[in-house]
């Protein structure tokens, strides 16, 4: 295992030892200890839970940390397309970032979130595949344009410790938001419910769907795994019998970069928030989000506060997830012989083929 | 021990222990090693000494280390209200942000200012209440809106280690400052110096008065201790006799909020400078201050570039001082009984009650 | 040794150790561990490389690493002026930031790029001149307004493991930039090839000299090295026989902090780039940048991704000749007696007499 950039890279019974190990960990285990190796968090977009838990697994691994910012202050503004003539606002191109950095550290752990203009260059993860292609090294997506690996893995770990059942039901349910949010989450959670063989509802507004590529990558989880995807518009419909309901906001692919038309589209939904009113459609639904949420935006109150969330467990699963996986990536530096049932990033992810599908 | 919020709520004895190992560890000693325990630092606002001194100490623990910055490209903003709607700036509510900080930490340490605009919501230390409330975890308060018990216990130990008498006079003067600043560090002073038991005198001009709570609780302090507790508008009186003269600007509670009303109730006071024309009143005393310090607004050159000025060693102490008290707090994580003579932040500290004084 | 603030200070002798030391670093050498030592790193300005090449090496020494930012959300603004009263932007003076830094830590290294308003202003060098002064520690310049010695080190160190002739021929080409950047690292780089002994030509558009005072002092370099130094606008003859181009755009001293004059100057130049065209003229030529380089304005892709650019390796170079340079700083703590061949900064540096050169 060489990076982890979406987990449906990750052959499933890899998954399911990184998650078991996941479990060790969140009960006391361990972490084994690399010294004088080294791990590279960059981050080009905020964070709180991504920071915190990777400092600290880089820290229970015993990790040399090399910690870099985007944006004022931080490191140079990185141009990502080829052929350019480099006149304008950025400093450096992702080629000479990616190599440099290659050179100082073992893994690299990128933040990179899309810039909101182009659906194409977005959908393209141009700072993350720069990364992969150019530095020489690992790397861990901390949540690109196009996936939130490191968050799935951490859902993962939560559903196995709240005993959620393999063919067990998740709700991925939009939700209301002032601003159109990234797609990264929302196709992990999709991916990742899929591949674990889950009967999988998302369930939006109509012009809130999910990119027709992601779509049919699910599907073939779902096939591989025995598990289902659905997509729907009926939430009165879409809730009944689920074991998770898991809320997000996310923007729509028909206004992506039009900020007036976007808020057009999304005005009609703003009691698309989850409330008690919906959970008491099932009685056994646990409610889990990735945080941050706005409250009483996208789950009120009375949701995120009552017995039914477990979203601050799986916030911590992600020092848990990640550890797991700082683990595995830094033996098999150790002892490059890739461990049976991982592999690195495989061609048929979507993004592979992105440029074909928007050209 | 499982927090420090503000000096006053440590028991005198504990105090004094914590001092007495701050200048043993100036003296050279070696601080206790902490292997696998961690602290978060989570600073909303700018720092030199506290990141600084921090970091060093939580080094010389052997601590595995967190840090977070708020505002652009760090943390998301945090909401602190109870029961909004969050369709504002902020992403993300503190009882989350300080709950999930609360798992992947073994201690918090937090910067958090006041915003400025409410006197009753600043002074309900709205950021610091949160993180205490509900991380889960003790929190370390690195200068909130009320409090800077890292200074205070710095001073402390700054005032022992030049020998001020336990009965000296402290002078705690309001300076000049272009900008209304904050009452953390002359709280923190008064009820510092009123705990040791000295004869403070307060002198500011009748608009700057420091908040009636606090004048309160210092006044119980120094009943405790034997000291005294003065409020004076009359420079010429205040200074002669004093063994310390502690320069300080900070904002008037009349105008909280209002720039130009400010501007208007501190203009005639561009003379409230220490010089050693003021300095020449009291010929034993030293001078300190917290620093930053504008030069020749809030003291003059000669003043702190001369022999009394002892403000380097006392921001040396900050590392010192934060170093015990880091040993103090996790000590108790492997021995939860708490030492004898030391407490968690006490319900008499005057802000559990600021909800009563506002409303 | 005590500090680091330019190459030139230091004996070629000891350049010439700590070369050697950082090529078997390069070749997987264990670094020196320094248990309890402390290293802080400031920066003033944005970095990648250097950020990342410094926090790589005080972890492979084992140094407790302090890292402050300036800017919003990090360090006060700092007032470097002496006598000036302070009621403008600057919260705090270089005395006191600096005095108390030299408190936490064993050693301080410094990023502050100049201000680009005045010539006068920025070649005096003063926030690495306050660090210096003031702290009471080393101080390692990570590039200020004159010099950027660890980027100088890290070329000697790359210009021996390509096996570049000690008295080979390298020529530092300007290049058309949008942005007129500082002279620090032409200025090192001048300096590095005459200590070096290498035949250096300078080939820049006639605004575009570099300050006389470094002129000078590079020849007096070159004349204890047996190498020269000579400077031109004649690009069609400069690159002939050259074993190095190395490439680097600054602005013009004529127009120092006159954006519109700044650019009209640089406007004819448009073509100063380097391209294939140029290199044809040496055959035998590495091409080199310090990075970061903007693509197809500083250098063609076609050089840059062509098989004779060594920039990767040259930036890979920055972590291992730190590494050394560290070794040597914090072994010379343990055993104050200074090795032979190394010495403190020298009296006489060109910026030791930059008052006299503009007043």
Redesign the interface.
């Known amino acids: 295992m060489k990076g982890f950039y979406h987990l449906g890279d990750v052959a499933t019974s890899g998954v399911e030892r990184l998650v078991a190990r996941a479990l060790e960990l969140r009960r006391g285990a361990q972490a084994r200890r690399f010294p ?1 190796r ?1 791990l ?1 968090l960059v ?1 080009f ?5 991504t ?3 990777m ?2 697994g880089a ?2 691994l015993g990790l ?13 503004g990185l ?1 990502t397309q ?7 606002a950025n ?3 992702i ?3 990616a ?3 290659g ?3 073992d893994v690299l752990a990128v933040r990179a979130f899309p810039k909101g203009k182009s659906l194409e260059q977005d959908f393209a993860d141009p700072l993350l595949e720069g990364f992969r292609r150019y530095s020489g090294v690992g790397v861990i997506n901390l949540e690109s344009s196009l996936w939130h690996p490191c968050q799935a893995l951490a859902d993962w770990t939560t559903l196995d410790q709240y005993q959620v059942p393999r063919r067990g039901k998740l709700v991925l349910t939009w939700a209301y938001h ?1 601003k159109p949010l990234p797609h990264a989450v929302p196709n992990s959670t999709l991916c990742m419910a899929a591949q674990r063989g889950m009967e999988v509802v998302v369930v939006h507004p109509p012009a809130f769907g999910l990119h027709a590529r992601i779509q049919e990558h699910a599907q073939d989880l779902a096939r591989a795994s025995g598990g289902s995807v659905r997509f729907t518009s009926d939430r009165e419909a879409a809730f009944a019998g689920a074991d998770v309901v898991y809320a997000k906001s996310w923007g729509s692919m028909d206004a992506w970069g039009q900020a007036e038309r976007e808020a057009a589209l999304r005005a009609p939904y703003r009691d698309w928030q989850v409330t008690e009113r919906w959970m008491a459609r099932t009685p056994r639904a646990k409610f889990m989000h990735c ?7 996208v789950v009120a ?1 009375e949701v ?2 009552g017995p039914r969330s477990i ?2 467990d799986e ?2 699963n992600r ?1 848990h997830a990640q550890t797991a996986l700082l683990e595995e990536l830094f033996a098999s530096l150790e002892n490059p012989t890739t461990p049976a049932g991982l592999s690195g990033p495989s061609a048929a992810s979507p993004n592979a083929k992105s440029k074909e599908i928007y050209s």
């Open positions: 004088g080294s590279g981050f977009d905020p964070s709180l839970r920071q915190a838990s400092q600290r820290a229970r040399e940390l090399v910690q870099l910012q985007g944006g004022a202050g931080g490191m140079w141009e080829d052929g350019v003539v480099m006149d304008g400093a450096e191109h080629r000479e970032a190599a440099v950095l050179r100082f550290v002032p945080l941050p949420v706005r409250r009483n935006v109150d995120l506060d979203v601050i916030a911590e020092l």
